[in-house]
């Protein structure tokens, strides 16, 4: 076994369809295709003024969310901050959290260590309600 692997974050699979979150929502979980032992990695894109309403925290995951496009706000807990383009916000597995897209929508890429099964996420349905 070669000790890398390559592979595009736009070609692999989108779950958004099975979750029913398209065409609002693309999101690509690289992380096994990747081979990933160690670690986690996801692409999100986000149409624009889209917000995703329910809220999530892992049992064990940190995560680092990394707004490569666009711009959005994310809701942390009971705090709601602003991203501009390649702001980095790390949030504690503990930290309730989740994503809303500005006008010209949003595009992140998601890391998480340490790497989890499925499971690992505890969802709160319409966490985020104005």
Request: net charge negative; charged share 30%.
């Amino acid at each position: 076994m070669a000790g890398y692997t390559i592979k595009n974050l736009k070609e692999i699979e989108d779950q958004a369809p099975k979750f029913g979150l398209a065409p609002n929502l693309e999101f690509r979980v690289a992380g096994g295709p990747l081979e990933a032992e160690q670690s986690a990695i996801s692409y999100l894109q986000v149409a624009p003024n889209y917000r995703l309403t329910f809220g999530h925290k892992h049992k064990q995951q940190e995560e680092i969310y990394v707004l490569v496009g666009g711009s959005a706000r994310v809701k942390l807990d009971d705090e709601v901050l602003e991203l501009g383009p390649w702001d980095a916000v790390r949030i504690a597995k503990e930290t309730v959290r989740n994503v809303e897209a500005g006008p010209e929508g949003a595009e992140l890429i998601l890391f998480g260590a340490p790497k989890t099964e499925p499971g690992d996420a505890e969802v709160e349905p319409e966490w985020w309600t104005d």
